[in-house]
């Protein structure tokens, strides 16, 4: 996998490889900006495409391939 850069991330999509209550496909909606500006990312905004439902997530979840794979496949 590429290494991710959490400046990057908004928009990209992600497929859940164990989906849970047929929430399979996401999108990253928003990245969390902290409230120090000098502060790394740590967190972003999913959301379920199919049931819009978001959850937030620290962006170095996704760099996990038992959990999740770039794009939607």
């Known amino acids: 996998m590429n290494p991710l850069n959490p400046k990057k991330l908004l928009l990209t999509k992600w497929t859940a490889v164990k989906p849970v209550a047929k929430q399979k496909h996401f999108l990253v909606?928003?990245?969390i900006?902290?409230?120090?500006p000098?502060?790394?990312i740590e967190s972003?905004?999913?959301?379920?495409v199919l049931t819009k439902a978001t959850q937030v997530i620290a962006w170095r979840e996704l760099q996990d391939a038992g959990v999740w794979r770039q794009g939607w496949v």
């Open 38 to 40: 000098t502060a790394p």
């Open 29 to 31: 909606s928003r990245v």
């Open 44 to 48: 972003v905004e999913i959301e379920a």
């Open 33 to 36: 900006q902290p409230v120090e």
